[in-house]
């Protein structure tokens, strides 16, 4: 299981380390030929766009895994560590449940822009691939999100320390 999870990290780590130099050269190319040759890059806002869905919901896992979301500790001082794991374990699950639902629903529009074959403006770019990206990367959060129901958090880390 722990292999599964390095392997995971490792992967996404690597598509949303790649995915965040392409939209830095789509960007760099597209302001350079914009205010150097008064031609901006064509198409360059699309993927642009694409791209930046690619990398915020690839990097949704590895944010939940490292469970590095925001927390606000206000009151944790006044609770024992038995009320402070059951919490966490409600608010992963209640993420887990949450993120299924919103997996089915982007899973259902996957469909419906496939079917309709929905391309971007310029380009022509069909969009139902990072559709189905989203819904998987969703999915798989909700995953993660429900084993770590299971997990509880290093002390170091419920310390805020990491």
């Known amino acids: 299981m722990k292999a599964l999870g390095r392997w995971l990290e490792n992967t996404l780590g690597a598509i949303a380390g790649a ?15 914009r205010y150097l040759f008064n031609k901006p890059l064509r198409g360059g806002f699309e993927m642009t766009e694409m791209l930046l869905a690619t990398l915020i919901y690839c990097a949704l ?34 993420c ?34 990072v559709a189905w990206v989203m819904g998987v990367m969703i999915v798989l959060t909700a995953l993660i999100h429900l084993v770590l129901v299971f ?5 170091s880390e419920a310390q805020g320390n990491v």
Request: hydrophobic share 60%; proline share 5%; net charge positive.
């Open 19 to 33: 995915v965040l130099f392409i939209i830095m050269l789509i960007t760099t190319v597209d302001v350079a030929g």
């Open 61 to 94: 896992p590895l944010v939940s895994r490292w469970r590095a979301h925001i927390v606000i500790d206000t009151f944790d001082f006044l609770m024992s560590r038995a009320v402070k794991r059951m919490l966490d374990m409600f608010a992963d699950l209640v």
């Open 96 to 129: 887990a449940l949450v993120l299924s639902g919103i997996g089915f629903l982007i899973f259902r529009r996957a469909l419906r822009v496939a079917e309709y074959g929905d391309t971007t403006n310029v380009l022509k770019i069909p969009l139902a691939p």
């Open 151 to 155: 997990v509880p958090r290093a002390e």
